[in-house]
């Protein structure tokens, strides 16, 4: 095993892993169509990641779209109904903009989603599985978590603007304590609510560090209310042998508009941005007129495939090239040697646009090293 493979799996090895951990927890799997009514999409542009999406025109004259999401079509086809809870998960392509390009691209994600008539286990379950998610994918992993019914019942109880909120949103997410303070000076927010919003921003520690800080200084009966979900929730993160692994950011979330609970997202060493991201979305539910509650998250797996990628720098450990004097059963023992140290291709002449770390020959069973990079 290099040492890759004790950083990072891979996107298809991930597949299978995850797979058979959200079967192990009664999530069935959702599969749909590569297409959806481009619809759908227009009227929840800004929950997408792009608003960019490929269109197409059926027989029928409807316009169609190849799936930037899966989220959105789950919705769509849950249920809804009291008393139900819908638990799924899917491994689908989507198509959307690559980051970083202005080319479309076919990306594998994975995910799940738990809809329906929650409760706080079902949602504490869901946090957890990201968790679990991410253990499998890296062992040096960090989820951060939010709890956007928390950061609007601070807000709220501060009497900012519905602008001003807006704003203060954008400031956390950039963690600017200078600027939110200015805002609420701006707004005419007196001195103790300001410091409560800027602390928002500027909070740092472990997580019992932070909840014991957090609990002096919210007193509203909403942002009471809400601390209480969110100190639960970090109570089970640790009893599962978490703990270590998860940090409270209020920089995590900022789209009131759909997130009304808990948010999160989480990171593998090595690779900068958030290769999985998720939340409680009800508000979401309720503009598509679902009296529902949701949560879910989307795990990316392209980002995996180029991180392995870029780690790498070649496409195989090994390049042998063998003339056809050695023993067919010779050149199998050798070959099976160095498959345990990597990739090995056997081939009579080195093919054309591949990166390799090793050039090896092996003529009538003597095998000589040609070129080596480190």
Same mark, same amino acid.
């Given at each position: 095993?290099?040492?890759?493979?004790?950083?990072?799996?891979?996107?298809?090895? /991930?597949?299978?892993? +995850? *797979?058979?951990?959200?079967?192990?927890?009664?999530?069935?799997?959702?599969?749909?169509? *590569?297409?959806?009514?481009?619809?759908?999409?227009?009227?929840?542009?800004?929950?997408?990641?792009?608003?960019?999406?490929?269109?197409?025109? $059926? *027989?029928?004259?409807?316009?169609?779209?190849?799936?930037? @999401?899966?989220?959105?079509?789950?919705?769509?086809?849950?249920? $809804?109904?009291?008393?139900?809870?819908?638990?799924?998960?899917?491994?689908?392509?989507?198509?959307?903009? /690559?980051? #970083?390009?202005?080319?479309?691209?076919?990306?594998?994600?994975?995910?799940?989603?738990?809809?329906?008539?929650?409760?706080?286990? @079902?949602?504490?379950?869901?946090?957890?599985?990201? !968790?679990?998610?991410?253990? +499998?994918?890296?062992?040096?992993?960090?989820? @951060?978590?939010?709890?956007?019914? +928390?950061?609007?019942?601070?807000?709220?109880? !501060?009497?900012?603007?519905?602008?001003?909120?807006?704003?203060?949103?954008?400031?956390?997410?950039?963690?600017?304590?200078?600027?939110?303070?200015?805002?609420?000076?701006?707004?005419?927010?007196?001195?103790?609510?300001?410091?409560?919003?800027?602390?928002?921003?500027?909070?740092?520690?472990?997580?019992?560090?932070?909840?014991?800080?957090?609990?002096?200084?919210?007193?509203? &009966?909403?942002?009471?209310?809400?601390?209480?979900?969110?100190?639960?929730?970090?109570?089970?993160?640790?009893?599962? #042998?978490?703990?270590?692994?998860?940090?409270?950011?209020?920089?995590?979330?900022?789209?009131?508009?759909?997130?009304?609970?808990?948010?999160?997202? #989480?990171?593998?060493?090595?690779?900068?941005?958030?290769?999985?991201?998720? #939340?409680?979305?009800?508000?979401?539910?309720?503009?598509?007129?679902?009296?529902?509650?949701?949560?879910?998250? /989307?795990?990316?797996?392209?980002?995996? &495939?180029?991180?392995? @990628?870029?780690?790498?720098?070649?496409?195989?450990?090994?390049?042998?090239?063998?003339?056809?004097?050695?023993?067919?059963?010779?050149?199998?023992?050798?070959?099976?040697?160095?498959?345990?140290?990597?990739?090995?291709?056997?081939?009579? /002449?080195?093919?054309?646009?591949?990166?390799?770390?090793?050039?090896?020959?092996?003529?009538?069973?003597?095998?000589?090293?040609?070129?080596?990079?480190?």
């Amino acid at each position: 095993m290099n040492s890759l493979d004790r950083i990072i799996k891979s996107d298809e090895r /991930a597949i299978f892993e +995850l *797979r058979a951990l959200y079967k192990s927890f009664g999530y069935s799997q959702y599969k749909m169509s *590569r297409f959806e009514e481009y619809d759908l999409y227009v009227r929840n542009k800004d929950f997408l990641l792009s608003d960019e999406v490929i269109t197409f025109t $059926d *027989r029928n004259g409807r316009l169609l779209a190849l799936k930037p @999401d899966v989220t959105l079509s789950i919705i769509k086809n849950s249920s $809804d109904e009291k008393g139900l809870v819908e638990k799924l998960y899917y491994n689908e392509n989507v198509y959307r903009v /690559a980051p #970083g390009t202005h080319n479309f691209k076919e990306i594998m994600q994975a995910g799940l989603e738990c809809i329906g008539d929650l409760s706080f286990y @079902d949602i504490s379950e869901v946090v957890l599985l990201a !968790a679990k998610s991410l253990s +499998l994918i890296s062992e040096s992993y960090v989820l @951060d978590i939010s709890h956007m019914g +928390l950061i609007a019942a601070v807000l709220e109880d !501060a009497g900012l603007s519905p602008q001003g909120k807006k704003q203060a949103l954008t400031f956390l997410n950039q963690k600017n304590p200078h600027e939110l303070l200015s805002l609420c000076e701006a707004e005419g927010i007196d001195k103790e609510k300001s410091e409560k919003i800027a602390a928002l921003a500027e909070i740092s520690g472990t997580t019992e560090e932070i909840l014991s800080k957090l609990k002096e200084i919210l007193t509203s &009966e909403g942002e009471i209310k809400a601390f209480a979900e969110f100190r639960t929730l970090f109570e089970i993160i640790n009893e599962a #042998g978490f703990g270590d692994n998860v940090r409270i950011d209020f920089s995590v979330g900022n789209n009131m508009k759909y997130y009304s609970g808990v948010v999160f997202n #989480g990171y593998v060493e090595g690779i900068p941005t958030s290769v999985l991201s998720g #939340g409680q979305y009800d508000k979401l539910l309720a503009k598509m007129k679902k009296g529902s509650s949701a949560i879910g998250f /989307a795990i990316y797996l392209d980002l995996l &495939e180029r991180f392995e @990628d870029e780690c790498l720098g070649y496409d195989i450990d090994t390049v042998l090239l063998n003339d056809g004097s050695t023993d067919p059963i010779i050149l199998s023992e050798i070959a099976n040697k160095l498959h345990s140290e990597g990739g090995v291709l056997v081939t009579s /002449a080195i093919p054309k646009n591949i990166k390799y770390r090793r050039l090896m020959e092996i003529k009538e069973g003597v095998v000589t090293i040609l070129n080596e990079n480190d």
